[in-house]
């Protein structure tokens, strides 16, 4: 790759940008909410008093109170893991679902619903559980409440298991809106999304995310083979994060036995199969290992550049740079530890996908994230990828490309933007609700002059920090080049929290 002025390209970048936004079609099949739908018009037949929204609309009434999402011993202290974590709470209760929405009006609990379907409920999220606003699990079913029933909402794929995620540390609203849809444009996939608003139990909740959730699916999500229990070959789904409850589901490769990954003692990076779930066999469970394994055993190769032996082989590598790529630009720094998925198709290579951007565009609680940095690249398999200076090009590469779309300034301003406006009176609503958690005793976010007064200023803080990401990315990116220097010892291993930052 030839050495790019950073100055010269930005330029192009945004010239780039401007033609771009005026010729922008999105990717076959990725609905952007706020372009397709209308804005708020007030309705004239009815007074004040009748709830009405012109966005989707949820609204759900428990059979029981839904369990509190952490668990407790007997003397009424919360139950703790041996990370000194509490322990979640993932009982679910019945549930009646119905859901509205008029895409040419508004919605109102007084219309008829698009469906009515019975389900199980509950809490989710790992710290965001505490929050006072909940995120929730949906599970449909038939009538026995215990077969899956898959059900479509809003034109997404049909599924039985759906998240509705809760913005409540993310005062913009915003966040995983904008990166999912960021995302679906430019991986083979990241989950669908639509903005909701959500009454529970007869109580309004404010706007929630309707996410969709990491799964196999014939007709859309991660579209993989189906899996036959009969074979030991399978395709799969596997999720990095903090591992699986059961033996069968947790999953040890090359990588963590031999220490380059975390180990079995760590509580992030932990392996866990997700595809094949229930119908899971102990021999597909150590082809999904050794399958694994191959890929990291040639990452960790003095091969590992080679043609016929090296990664390259296993991995579908314009993922993992799309996957870099975006979790660096927007300072998601969970990934690839949490939140990541790996999958692969049984007659196809291994691919990555996006999930949670809750911490994105530096908001994390206990410490802030300067976009002046660089550190995905000493990750997990990254360490090692980025020691192949092919890699680092394809990363340069298509980080120039994505400059000229989809990691614009003008184009991401103007998607906040407008986003923003479709939302309207909802953000009013919704902080009726939860406004007083931009209050001084709610301030979640360390240092505390981190932490927003309006949700004017915290849309101005996002721009802020896509900003001073760009400027840090155009001018540094080549930096990454060090770590495929010639002199680079093949088995050393970068240190996330030293040598391995880039700042």
């Not at 609309?57 to 974590?85: C, H, M, Q, W």
């Not at 909701?196 to 083979?225: A, H, P, W």
Request: overall charge negative.
């Amino acid at each position: 790759m030839k050495y790019r002025l950073s100055c010269l390209a930005a330029v192009a970048a945004m010239l780039a940008g401007v033609l771009f936004l005026q010729n922008y079609e999105s990717k076959p099949n990725r609905y952007h909410q706020h372009l397709e739908n209308k804005p708020y018009t007030p309705c004239t037949d009815h007074g004040d008093d009748v709830f009405c929204t012109h966005l989707p609309l949820f609204n759900i009434v428990t059979d029981a109170p839904i369990p509190d999402p952490f668990l407790y011993d007997d003397t009424g202290k919360r139950i703790r893991d041996e990370a000194g974590s509490p322990v979640s709470n993932n009982e679910m209760v019945a549930a009646s679902v119905e859901f509205f929405t008029n895409s040419g009006g508004n919605n109102h609990l007084t219309d008829e619903p698009d469906f009515f379907e019975r389900g199980l409920i509950r809490i989710r999220g790992n710290w965001s559980r505490s929050f006072d606003k909940k995120g929730y699990l949906i599970k449909f079913t038939e009538q026995d409440m215990v077969t899956g029933k898959k059900v479509s909402i809003d034109g997404m794929t049909a599924d039985s298991e759906w998240v509705l995620h809760g913005p409540f540390l993310d005062k913009t609203l915003i966040r995983n809106y904008l990166c999912y849809n960021l995302s679906g444009e430019i991986m083979d996939y990241a989950p669908n999304v639509r903005f909701c608003e959500l009454i529970l139990n007869n109580e309004y909740m404010g706007v929630y995310l309707l996410v969709e959730k990491i799964k196999q699916n014939d007709n859309g999500r991660i579209f993989i083979t189906e899996t036959d229990p009969k074979l030991e070959t399978t395709s799969y789904i596997v999720r990095v994060d903090r591992g699986a409850s059961d033996e069968l589901h947790s999953l040890s490769t090359f990588a963590s036995y031999m220490y380059i990954n975390p180990g079995p003692t760590d509580v992030r990076g932990q392996l866990e199969i997700e595809y094949p779930g229930k119908s899971l066999t102990q021999e597909q469970h150590d082809y999904i290992a050794n399958d694994i394994s191959k890929f990291e055993k040639a990452l960790f190769s003095f091969d590992y550049t080679d043609r016929s032996k090296g990664y390259r082989q296993y991995v579908d590598v314009d993922s993992f740079v799309d996957f870099f790529l975006i979790n660096e630009f927007t300072l998601n720094y969970d990934a690839p530890f949490y939140s990541t998925y790996l999958y692969k198709d049984i007659r196809e290579k291994l691919q990555l996908c996006v999930w949670d951007f809750n911490s994105a565009f530096d908001y994390y609680e206990l410490s802030s994230i300067s976009p002046e940095t660089f550190l995905m690249q000493s990750s997990m398999w990254y360490q090692y990828l980025f020691k192949d200076k092919s890699f680092v090009d394809d990363v340069i590469d298509r980080y120039y490309e994505l400059r000229e779309t989809f990691f614009n300034e003008a184009y991401l301003f103007q998607y906040i933007d407008e986003t923003v406006a479709y939302l309207g009176p909802a953000v009013e609503r919704n902080f009726e609700k939860w406004g007083y958690s931009f209050g001084a005793e709610y301030d979640y976010l360390t240092p505390a002059e981190r932490n927003v007064r309006s949700y004017d200023e915290a849309i101005a803080q996002v721009k802020d920090c896509i900003s001073n990401r760009i400027d840090h990315m155009d001018s540094n990116l080549d930096r990454l080049y060090y770590l495929c220097h010639g002199s680079t010892n093949k088995v050393y291993n970068y240190d996330s929290n030293s040598k391995g930052a880039l700042q």
